[in-house]
């Protein structure tokens, strides 16, 4: 009675047992990862009733990742990436159970929610590189880009489900239960990841050289499939990976619209997301860095095209169009790094990677916030779509033709020329 999947179907990282452990345990992680993301600012704006505070905590949750992403993928070159996760799923399951338990026994205060978001931060930020690169080590090198897009997909699901549970949960009961079912969901994730096999493995010798996070970013600049890929993760993600604020604002600014339909347009944002990543898992030979370039230049270019939909119902319409260029290409992005990069160093390499994708948004979100003070939504949705078209057009140019190089190259020969120039 195996678990037959085709050797070249879109679900073939399933043929690997300890996948198909981890798959599902995630999927309910993920579902209550987003239910506290809900639960968190409805939380923040009952004890405050203050946008600003909202950003001051999304802030503090987000900030670790400038100071642990790296230390994170270190980590996961030198250690045994399954114990890491074990450990900053428990520090994330304690952190959610902590204001939980504080939530429903009214003893809450904001400083309890500032010091457990930055808990649960610095455990994202370093479960988050060694995650990415401990799928190397389930599925093998040649699974690995379809497993990042069943793992997208995973992700995007959770998004479609968590969200509307702790809708409900925050209505009949109040916001602590939403954090309790997500600290529950770690222990399933660390119940699966107790349950692997190591001896399936597909693991790499560790050269005792590799030790510091500077080598890893010699490493990636000595690659311009890779440095031009983070070059376009940054553009995208600081200026057009922010839909919670551009929806947010247009559906109240711009179309006097309630809590309600803000919350219908997240979930048009996650069904184009949830479609891109299923998709995804057919575009494997076109995950090339000229790829990433291309489709971030068309996302960029839909960014400029939803700040000018005239109503609530089209700009709804057209945000899964958002979705779907927006996770093409960072799956893509993903998958290129962790496949083109050597497993002696893919940790610290998806740290860096992470680091470029998430630190810019302690920075970017409240330039945006200060932007659509100023010149209205409308303008500022423009706007950072604009920016990303242009820095995609100016990479485009000037690296288009130095992308491709030998995925093979060894970690030894790049340090060594990086050494001695």
């Excluded at 309890?112 to 799928?135: E, K, M, T």
């Excluded at 179309?255 to 990543?277: D, E, H, M, N």
């Excluded at 409240?366 to 939504?377: D, F, K, Q, R, S």
Aim: aromatic share 12%; with cysteine; hydrophobic share 50%.
């Amino acid at each position: 009675m195996g678990f037959k999947v085709k050797e070249d179907g879109n679900w073939r990282s399933f043929r690997h047992r300890n996948y198909r452990i981890l798959f599902p345990a995630n999927t309910i992680s993920n579902i209550g990862s987003w239910a506290q993301r809900v639960a968190q600012d409805w939380l923040v704006l009952e004890l405050t009733h203050s946008g600003t505070y909202l950003g001051i905590v999304t802030a503090i949750q987000f900030t670790p990742v400038l100071f642990f992403s790296l230390h994170g993928g270190a980590l996961a070159d030198r250690f045994n990436k399954r114990k890491l996760l074990m450990g900053t799923n428990a520090l994330g399951a304690f952190s959610a159970l902590a204001l939980g338990a504080l939530v429903m026994s009214h003893h809450i205060a904001l400083w309890h929610v500032f010091v457990l978001a930055g808990v649960l931060g610095i455990s994202s930020a370093i479960d988050a590189p060694v995650r990415q690169s401990f799928a190397a080590e389930i599925v093998g090198h040649d699974d690995l880009p379809n497993a990042v897009s069943l793992n997208s997909a995973n992700f995007n699901a959770g998004r479609l489900v968590g969200p509307g549970l702790s809708g409900l949960l925050i209505a009949a009961f109040g916001t602590g239960p939403s954090f309790i079912v997500n600290g529950v969901s770690y222990l399933f994730a660390i119940g699966a990841l107790m349950l692997m096999n190591e001896k399936e493995f597909f693991q790499h010798e560790r050269p005792k050289s590799m030790t510091n996070v500077r080598e890893g970013l010699r490493y990636a600049m000595a690659r311009p499939d890779i440095y031009v890929v983070m070059l376009m993760v940054f553009f995208l993600g600081t200026f057009g990976l922010n839909f919670q604020i551009f929806n947010a604002l247009m559906a109240t600014k711009e179309f006097g619209k309630g809590p309600a339909s803000y919350g219908l347009l997240g979930t048009f944002v996650a069904i184009g997301s949830f479609t891109g990543a299923i998709a995804s898992a057919r575009l494997e030979r076109f995950r090339k860095t000229r790829f990433v370039i291309l489709a971030g230049g068309f996302f960029a270019f839909a960014l400029i095209v939803l700040s000018i939909m005239p109503n609530y119902t089209t700009y709804a319409i057209f945000l899964p169009i958002c979705g779907v260029t927006a996770l093409t290409t960072m799956i893509t992005a993903n998958s290129i790094v962790q496949v083109n990069s050597d497993p002696a160093i893919r940790g610290r390499v998806m740290g860096i990677y992470l680091l470029i994708f998430m630190g810019g948004t302690p920075v970017g979100s409240p330039l945006i916030g200060i932007m659509a003070e100023v010149v209205g939504i409308r303008w500022t949705i423009a706007g950072c779509g604009a920016i990303a078209l242009i820095a995609t057009i100016t990479i485009w140019f000037i690296y288009k033709d130095r992308v491709e190089v030998p995925v093979d190259i060894s970690v030894d020969t790049i340090l060594k020329t990086s050494n001695s120039n």
